[in-house]
């Protein structure tokens, strides 16, 4: 089993910066984490996902360029870091892990799921 905890969410302006963090922990480690979002009345959607080993990373076209994600080893945490921030952004944003070794952008895939953290964009 795998916990995820999310941090890191708020209130940012149109232009303005947000970094989010997951923590991982549990007796099994995931091979690929990644980052979920939700907009009221929207589907949740795929942002982006980092393998654990070797870094590979892919985005989604609508945050390729302003957002990263990034992984720390000794804290097994995964970091989403978001910059030039759009309203469209506001969404609860959720953390995920799947074991298998291929990143996927299907929320249905991925095996554990953090509880949610709020990011509100105002213009």
């Known amino acids: 089993q795998v916990q995820l905890v999310e941090s890191g969410g708020g209130l940012a302006q149109a232009g303005g910066s947000l970094r989010l963090s997951c923590a991982a922990s549990g007796r099994t480690f995931p091979n690929v984490m990644g980052w979920f979002r939700q907009a009221p009345g929207k589907e949740r959607e795929f942002v982006a996902a980092?393998?654990?080993?070797?870094?590979?990373?892919y985005y989604a076209d609508s945050v390729k360029g302003r957002f990263s994600i990034s992984n720390d080893n000794a804290r097994r945490t995964v970091y989403l870091q978001m910059n030039s921030l759009k309203p469209e952004d506001t969404a609860v944003y959720y953390c995920?892990?799947?074991?298998?070794?291929?990143?996927?952008?299907?929320?249905?895939?991925?095996?554990?799921w953090g509880q949610g953290t709020q990011v509100s964009v105002s213009s």
């Open positions: 995920a892990a799947r074991s298998g070794t291929a990143i996927f952008t299907t929320g249905n895939l991925y095996n554990y």
């Open positions: 980092i393998k654990w080993s070797g870094g590979s990373t």
